[in-house]
């Protein structure tokens, strides 16, 4: 089966600084990956849309320059959170389509503290 | 942006009942998932289907697509304590297999 694997699984950062999350198709892959966020008890919040070889499409509210997404290989996109801070504490989930199907990464845990 | 209603947000059971979790939309969608997830962990696939009024069955799940493949329907029997976990529909519209759209999501709990 399809498997996306995210790293890191979680990261503590302080205000301020950056923080970069790969994501990763493992065996196959995706010229189209996806970054959601998650808040507690809800659903997932689409984020942006990576595009290899391409800009990362955005949607309605979500900063570009906040949450810069690069997605250098076929199998590789990365969402950096530039000049974190707390309130960008969530659980980011990235996905990859493969055959009609959307294949979820385990997520990473941000905490800024 | 086509919105899919997800009910109830909230099932609490005791275990060997049955449960039903409702996913509506006015919109069409090309194809319809389901996801399960777990506390601190992505969702999981658990079936997609794409015909209007296919059924699908996984065990003790069963699946419907809505006849006009705007509405889909998740139904357990006789739940066990390993199906709590939050239930995600999602589709796809037709303009764009690709990006979906999500369910608010319905947070189920089986108690032994």
């Known amino acids: 089966g399809a498997v996306v694997s995210q790293h890191p699984s979680w990261v503590i950062c302080k205000s301020g600084t950056s923080v970069k999350i790969e994501c990763r198709s493992l065996?196959?892959?995706?010229?189209?990956m996806f970054w959601y966020r998650q808040f507690p008890k809800q659903s997932l919040m689409l984020m942006a849309t990576?595009?290899?070889?391409?800009?990362?499409?955005?949607e309605q509210g979500v900063e570009k320059d906040k949450f810069l997404i690069n997605h250098a290989s076929l199998t590789l996109s990365t969402l950096t959170v530039t000049s974190a801070h707390p309130e960008d504490s969530s659980f980011y989930i990235c996905?990859?389509?493969?055959?009609?199907?959307?294949?979820f990464g385990p997520g990473t845990r941000l905490t800024v503290l | 942006t086509q919105l899919l209603e997800q009910s109830p947000q909230f099932l609490s059971i005791q275990e060997g009942e049955n449960l039903t979790v409702y996913c509506n939309s006015s919109s069409v969608f090309s194809s319809l998932q389901w996801y399960r997830q777990e506390p601190g962990e992505g969702p999981v696939l658990l079936v997609t289907?794409?015909?209007?009024?296919e059924v699908k069955k996984l065990k003790r799940l069963t699946f419907q697509f809505g006849d006009a493949r705007k509405d889909s329907s998740l139904h357990i029997t006789a739940a066990q304590p390993g199906d709590t976990g939050l239930y995600l529909c999602a589709g796809a519209p037709p303009s764009n297999d690709y990006k979906l759209s999500f369910g608010a999501g319905t947070t189920v709990t089986v108690r032994a």
């Open positions: 990576s595009n290899e070889g391409s800009k990362a499409t955005y």
């Open positions: 065996d196959f892959q995706a010229t189209t």
């Open positions: 289907v794409v015909t209007g009024g």
């Open positions: 996905s990859a389509h493969s055959r009609g199907t959307q294949y």
